[in-house]
């Protein structure tokens, strides 16, 4: 969470917005193998995750996740849609309450290559043949799985809260 001192001496534990977004092209995800920041392993380091982060002050949604995929995977993107808004207080493997965009996108143009130290390793993955549970960052894996839902059978999107 996020502390904030107010004028008044007040203070308050804001929660975070970030982005996830499930990059797809010829029917697989690219996942991020989470590194570090700063010198210092992130939380879920090591594990498979979509690609996402932080909304940053004065950004919209959509420039925060233009911005993560090229930073993350020096990738372009196309045809965006909001898949699900997560606002499940209990996230696992989280140490804060953020409240998450998932968006699905499809892959455009790659400049060049990631040189984010939050990247470890960047992969394709068959939408069929993922990392298993164990290996996947947060709930990355049930936004996955969703995904794959709305894939065989399209119903009304975005889907709010816990699914």
């Known amino acids: 969470m996020i502390k904030c001192n107010w004028e008044d001496g007040n203070q308050a534990f804001l929660r975070h917005v970030c982005v996830d977004t499930l ?33 940053e002050r004065d950004e919209t949604l959509e420039e925060a996740v233009k911005r993560e995929v090229k930073e993350e ?11 699900r808004i997560n606002d499940n207080p209990n996230r696992p493997k989280e140490d804060r309450q953020n409240f998450s965009f998932v968006f699905v996108a499809s892959a455009d143009v790659r400049n060049g290559e990631s040189n984010d130290e939050e990247v470890l ?23 996955i799985e969703l995904y794959k839902k709305w894939l065989q059978k399209k119903f009304s999107l975005p889907i709010l809260g816990k699914i």
């Open 23 to 55: 990059i797809i092209k010829d029917g697989k995800i690219l996942l991020n193998q989470r590194g570090t920041f700063g010198g210092k392993k992130i939380l879920e380091y090591g594990k498979w995750s979509t690609i996402g982060g932080f909304v």
């Open 73 to 83: 995977t020096a990738w372009t993107i196309k045809d965006l849609f909001l898949l």
């Open 121 to 143: 390793n960047l992969k394709w993955f068959d939408l069929n043949e993922l990392p298993v549970a164990e290996d996947m960052a947060f709930d990355h894996l049930e936004n």
